[in-house]
């Protein structure tokens, strides 16, 4: 069992939907989770971070943390096409951990 | 706006070559990283320094690659000999915060690798 999950995708979606992101993770013991975004030959960039179970807002983005169930998901409403990417799921337990990402196509 | 500087930002190297990247964090952060990552995967941490002391290196393939961080600012990863299987991105990332905020890196636009 992989220590950080993810679908790699590609996830698909119409501009103006809603994009449902998953991981779920493997450390009972992890405390810190976040999300990076990754355009295609760029290096990733920090979109969301998550500390407490419960969901995060900020502008379209929401992320959800259940540490029960071991899952972190970020939902990205009113989708767009420059949110096409590859999406990053990150947890830090003792050292900070990186999914395999999932990619998300916009299509306008 | 400040940013994580890192080069070469390509390298086109034969296998046996010695290869070195540099990177120099965000003015202020005492923790850096090295980071691996493979077309189609997730990072993977090579090496984290706190200040100029290794804090992890448990995945650093330590018989030819070697990190250092002499005086607590800029960093050289070297890899001796390259091998077709470290082609890849090189990310270095640097973060301000420690404890729970430690994960909030800041990456700069990495070093393409690639082994012939």
């Known amino acids: 069992q992989k220590e950080v999950e993810q679908n790699s995708g590609p996830l698909s979606v119409p501009e103006g939907a809603i994009a449902s992101l998953n991981c779920t993770y493997s450390?009972?013991?992890?405390?810190?989770f976040f999300w990076y975004r990754q355009y295609s030959g760029k290096s990733p960039e920090l979109i969301m971070s998550?500390?407490?179970?419960g969901d995060k807002e900020d502008g379209r983005f929401t992320a959800q943390l259940n540490k029960a169930s071991q899952y972190v998901s970020l939902l990205i409403r009113d989708s767009q096409p420059s949110d096409s990417a590859t999406y990053l799921c990150?947890?830090?337990?003792?050292?900070?951990?990186f999914g395999q990402g999932t990619e998300l196509s916009v299509k306008p | 706006e400040a940013e994580v500087a890192q080069s070469p930002r390509y390298k086109i190297t034969e296998k046996s070559q010695a290869v070195a990247f540099w990177c120099d964090p965000i003015?202020?952060?005492?923790?850096l990283y090295w980071y691996r990552q493979i077309l189609g995967q997730g990072p993977e941490l090579l090496v984290q320094?706190?200040?100029?002391?290794?804090?992890?290196d448990s995945q650093l393939p330590k018989d030819r690659f070697s990190a250092e961080r002499l005086k607590g600012v800029d960093s050289t990863l070297k890899i001796q000999p390259a091998e077709l299987g470290d082609s890849a991105m090189y990310l270095c990332?640097?973060?301000?915060?420690?404890?729970?905020?430690?994960?909030?890196?800041?990456f700069g636009e990495g070093s393409r690798l690639t082994v012939l």
């Open positions: 990332a640097s973060s301000f915060w420690t404890g729970r905020g430690t994960g909030e890196l800041f």
């Open positions: 450390d009972r013991g992890s405390q810190s």
């Open positions: 998550i500390y407490s179970n």
């Open positions: 990150a947890v830090k337990g003792g050292k900070l951990i």
């Open positions: 003015s202020g952060h005492a923790t």
């Open positions: 320094f706190q200040d100029e002391s290794v804090v992890d």
